[in-house]
């Protein structure tokens, strides 16, 4: 798809996406996260790789991302091969004002949170609309299919509303990479996200939830803008 026929949003996540792959340099380790405006890396990515032989390796944290990199010709490890990422490179669903994010619309967040600790910096892309001055949700679950009821008895005990988030073009509940259900959670309200994310994090059946409120002090907030980019934060 050419410039002229991305739409204003897709513009402004590609200006984010490829300010992003300007952070890489020869022989990183990059966490590659879930989403289209981590696409809009890639692609960048994949043009340096040719243009400037930038030789760099991949961590995926989705099946999609996976697939992705190996059409765009991105050489790719196993977490289990590196000890450390240098930086990892993901989207967000909100971006509150201290850096807090909500992800997890791709049922990508395990996976992405894994790497997310693992790695030395955090780079978010967005587009303005991703940002807010208090995350609201809703928050994605991933949780053991067999801890279904436990798991939405604990959450409506805590008030809110839940859905089983259902797939798209398939019968029956989304099933993550990891085999398990996500669930959609809308609390009445967010006060302390870390707490929130503890606090869900600890219910039996659990694997994660969205929040991630504990990678503040090493992420950067690129903002594709009109004008350009906007870095926040680091």
Request: proline letters at 5%.
């Amino acid at each position: 798809m050419s410039n002229t026929e991305l739409s204003l949003q897709d513009k402004a996540k590609q200006r984010a996406g490829f300010k992003a792959a300007d952070y890489i340099s020869n022989g990183m380790i990059v966490g590659l996260g879930t989403g289209s405006t981590v696409a809009f890396t890639m692609a960048r990515l994949k043009e340096r790789i040719s243009a400037e032989r930038l030789s760099i390796y991949g961590v995926p944290t989705s099946l999609q991302t996976m697939m992705r990199a190996g059409a765009l010709g991105i050489p790719l490890v196993g977490l289990e091969q590196v000890q450390t990422i240098d930086i990892t490179i993901d989207g967000a669903d909100q971006i509150d004002s201290e850096l807090r994010l909500i992800k997890g619309r791709g049922a990508a967040h395990v996976r992405e949170r894994i790497i997310a600790d693992a790695s030395k910096r955090i780079i978010i892309v967005a587009d303005p609309s991703k940002l807010c001055a208090d995350l609201t949700g809703p928050i994605p679950i991933e949780i053991v299919p067999f801890s279904l009821p436990h798991v939405l008895n604990r959450l409506n005990q805590m008030g809110g509303t839940i859905q089983v988030r259902e797939g798209v073009k398939k019968d029956g509940p989304v099933i993550s990479d990891n085999g398990n259900i996500i669930l959609d959670y809308q609390p009445i309200t967010i006060l302390d996200p870390m707490q929130l994310e503890t606090v869900i994090n600890m219910i039996p059946g659990v694997v994660c939830c969205g929040i991630f409120a504990e990678f503040t002090h090493k992420t950067t907030v690129i903002i594709g803008e009109e004008n350009g980019p906007r870095i926040i934060g680091l």
